[in-house]
Structures are given as structure tokens and as C-alpha cells.
């Protein structure tokens, strides 16, 4: 069977490009730089709402698109850590953290997906996404205006992602295990 590929996807794969774009201005000195990085940032974030919203009101959702979107905002959400993780923003055990859940998630994925099961994203994991990129966007800010008030926000944000992270990723396992069994 032929995969189309349909708009949705191609705001998909515009996703992923932003999101290394993003990587390597995020990672340069200037100023300037930051600003870019963030304003990209802003825009691959907001491109992961409109595809699903594209994707679901003109019925265009599609294997591909349902395969490549988590990946895509793992993509983007992973290298803006680890980018604020270099630059000592965020601590390696809180990027550790959330990569153990995507890594244990995927995993029951790939169990599933050899059974054949699909277990949906749950409301708790998309409000994963959805904290730690608004997380993302304050601790990104906060390198252009290096404000304190805005970097506390930035961390109380960043403990919410965390505790939704694992939350959502142990509400995964639960109910990814109960369907294998």
C-alpha cells in the first residue's frame, strides 16, 4: 500500500527541519542568534498544533503522519533540552529523566506495535507536550532577556513538565501493559 503524503505531514517534516535549524542558531554566541533560535522555536511549536488540528478536521491523518509527528516533537522538544542543558539552564538529571520516558514509552511502542495494538495518546501525554514546550519557550526567552522572575517561572514550568513527563509516561506503561496482557 502507497503512503501519501498529505499537507499535515508536510508541516511534519517542516517540524523536524526547524527544529535542527533551531538547534545550531540556539548554540551560537550572539545575541541575535538567541532571538532567532527562539522566534523558530515559537513557530515549529505552533506547527505541531496546526497539523493535528489540519490532520483531524479534513480526515487527512495518515500512518506516516501519526508516525512521524511524535518523532518530530521529540525531535524539537529533545535538542532545545539538551541545548539549555550545555548551556547550564536546565540540569542533565531533569533531561535524563525525560529521555528514559520517551525511550520506555517508544519501547512499549514497538511491542505493540508487533501485536498490532495501538494505544492513543492519552490527554495527559499531549499536556506533556504541551507544558514542556510552553516550559521551553519561558527558559528560552529568558537567554534573550536574562530576567530572574522570568527564569523562576521558567524552572516552576520546567518541575511541571517533569512531574507530567513521568506521570503520563508511567499512565502509558499501565495502560500499554494491561493491553499486551
Known amino acids: 500500500m502507497k503512503t501519501r503524503i498529505t499537507g499535515p505531514t508536510y508541516l511534519t517534516f517542516l517540524r523536524m527541519i526547524l527544529a535542527v535549524v533551531f538547534f545550531v542558531f540556539a548554540l551560537l554566541p550572539p545575541p541575535w542568534a538567541k532571538i532567532t533560535a527562539l522566534v523558530i522555536f515559537i513557530i515549529a511549536a505552533i506547527t505541531d498544533k496546526i497539523d493535528g488540528i489540519w490532520a483531524r478536521r479534513q480526515k487527512l491523518v495518515t500512518d506516516l503522519g501519526a508516525f512521524l509527528d511524535p518523532l518530530a516533537d521529540k525531535m524539537l522538544v529533545n535538542l532545545a533540552f539538551l541545548v539549555l542543558v550545555y548551556l547550564y539552564v536546565v540540569p542533565i538529571w531533569v533531561f535524563a529523566m525525560i529521555l528514559v520516558r520517551d525511550f520506555a514509552v517508544d519501547g512499549m511502542r ?21 507544558v514542556q514546550m510552553i516550559a521551553l519557550i519561558i527558559l528560552l526567552f529568558n537567554l534573550v532577556v536574562n530576567v530572574e522572575f522570568i527564569a523562576i517561572l521558567g524552572n516552576i514550568a520546567l518541575y511541571l513538565a517533569l512531574a507530567l513527563t513521568i506521570f503520563s509516561g508511567m499512565d502509558y506503561l499501565i495502560r500499554g501493559y494491561k493491553k499486551l496482557n
Open 110 to 130: 514497538m511491542m505493540e506495535a508487533r501485536k498490532q495494538i495501538t494505544v492513543p495518546a492519552s490527554f495527559y501525554g499531549k499536556l506533556k507536550t504541551t
